[in-house]
């Protein structure tokens, strides 16, 4: 350094008076030991990724690490809220980050490398559907995780009532996904039984049909709930749908509605409108990192089932995807046969059946979601929707949600598991609606139905051609201690009597007695005035109305000539 300085200090005897105050001022910098330009040169770094990573670890320190509260959505007269979620504490308390994972993208990369899920093994049942496609549903029971007397031999009771959760994985994850095993864990820890739905090709098992998984393939969830139901009906089915895995589960429960058999559901950081997602996933640096890893994770799953692939897509664009969208492009559109991308996006988003979704439902998303923008919530429909609240955080992640110095724990794991078993202590459980052989209890005329009119002996009008039977009449069949309230109560049920007719109506096959012609027809004409005579008074008031100018007028000319007659002439002179 020293000999720097000379150099430079000869370099400017040297030049005299036209040395370069730049010179100068580089020559001062050198003065500056190495050490300090390495320090600048860390905090310029950690300045930019600290802002480039989303990290807010400075302002949680300054607020005191009090976490950000949950905001809550939903409809103002909703029994979902004032019943059920109004007591979920967890809901209605702090959210706080692992303070080391104070950044929604260090959070989502940590679980997908680490997630410090809990140890344990699945019990394994392969479902096959009626394509022949094969699904593995992996199994963790209450009694698994007790420690004591663990037999994979043996099986759920039919008549079990303990309340099954069914897991369903997101985009090309299966059952030993770090969050779910978390989820499957805690669930069965506090005594209810868990099943994790693979999606077809993963699990380890392999592609026995031409047909896959999408994002908005709801075909299998509803094989696997109708068999799960079938199978144990005594026992509670809730669903929890994560990523993609919620998209399926919202497009399921509102294409079914009424009909389907689950008692309760959640959805945790569902894309909602798969579009909007994929405008926002190529939009910044970021994005586009996640949106690369998503495509070379399709790409692995691509390459598990190559030959059906290769089949049935574009084998050659799959190999060089580098994007989601490119991979829809060359395999997702081809395999589902829909028309382009965009029209795949549109088909299968999940924010168009919010409307018609008939269980209570608690949806949980990220505002700091890196995956799944916060664009694309539904936030209206939700809130018209009186089944469904929405839960969003100011941070969390794509289904991280840390907490605890260590990480050991996921808050959303927590919400769900109390949310679920406080649906289930209430009397909010969704029930299925079934069909009943049962014929309908008519309440009202079949006049209305039927297009002729039979007029009987004694001035009965019936409906002649209208013998149709409803083939289904859904009703609902409600559990409780006492068991399942019998439909031979309707058989009990006294007929509704009709208000505007007397009688009984006779059946069109009985055999009729000669009548006379006049008095049916005498009957039906006085049952008509009887029942408009309202309406008969209001005509006539209104034709008085409405004629009154012109009979009045004629009135008046006709009463001055009677009048001329009677009175004097000096009457009409005045």
Known sequence: MHRMVDWWGGLRAASGSSFSPYLVLLNDLLLIPVWHYLLALIAICFAFFYHFLEFHFLHDLFTGFRGCSVALTYHSSSRIYHDVVSK???????????????????????????????????????FHL??????????????????????????????????????????????????????AFNTAQKGWNVVVTNHRGLGGVSITSDCFYN??????????????????????????????????????LGEDGDSVPVAGAVAICSPWDLLIGDRFISRRLLQKIYDRALAIGLQGYAQLHQPIYSRLANWEG??????????DHHATRLVGK??????????????????????????????????????????????????????TTKRGGHLAFFEGLT????????????????????????????????????????????????????????AVGNEQVEENRVEDVFESGEGKISAE????????????????????????????????????????????????????YIAIVTSWPVVGSVLQIALQKKLRNVLPGAFFKR
């Open 88 to 126: 979920c504490r967890i809901l209605h308390s702090r959210y706080l980050v692992t303070p080391w994972l104070s950044s929604p993208h260090v959070q989502t990369v940590f679980l997908s490398l680490f997630g410090r899920s809990p140890v344990f093994n699945y019990r394994r049942e392969l």
């Open 130 to 183: 009626s394509d022949g496609g094969t699904i593995a549903l992996d199994w963790l029971l209450n009694s698994d995780v007790l420690g004591s007397n663990y037999d994979t031999t043996s099986a759920i009771p039919k008549d079990d009532i303990k309340p099954i959760v069914l897991a369903i994985p997101g985009l090309t994850s299966d059952s030993e996904s770090p969050y779910i095993k978390h989820l």
């Open 215 to 252: 994002a908005g393939w709801t075909e299998d969830l509803r094989a696997v709930i109708n068999h799960l139901h079938h199978e144990y009906p005594n026992a509670p089915l809730f669903v929890v749908g994560t990523s993609i895995g919620a998209n399926i589960l919202v497009k399921y």
């Open 318 to 327: 799959i190999k060089k995807s580098r994007s989601i969208r490119d991979f």
């Open 338 to 391: 829909f028309e382009t991308v965009d029209t795949y996006y549109r088909r299968c988003s999940s924010a168009s059946y919010v409307g018609n979704v008939s269980v209570p439902l608690l949806c949980i998303s990220a505002l700091d979601d890196p995956v799944c923008t916060r664009e694309a919530i539904p936030w209206d429909e939700c809130r018209a929707n009186l089944n469904i609240v929405l839960a």
């Open 407 to 462: 990480a050991a724990g996921i808050w959303w794991v927590r919400a769900v598991d109390e949310f679920l078993k406080v649906l289930h202590s209430s009397q909010y459980m969704h029930v299925k609606k079934v069909a009943s052989s049962y014929p309908p209890l008519i309440l009202d005329s079949s006049i209305d139905q039927g297009p002729y009119v039979n007029i009987a002996e004694d001035g009965m009008v019936a």
């Open 489 to 540: 109560r309707d058989q009990q049920r006294p007929q509704p009597e009709s208000d505007s007719l007397a009688g009984v109506v006779e059946s069109s096959g009985q055999a009729t007695m000669p009548l006379d012609v006049t008095a049916p027809v005498r009957r039906c004409l006085d049952l008509l005035s009887r029942q408009s005579r309202w309406s008969l008074w209001l005509l006539v």
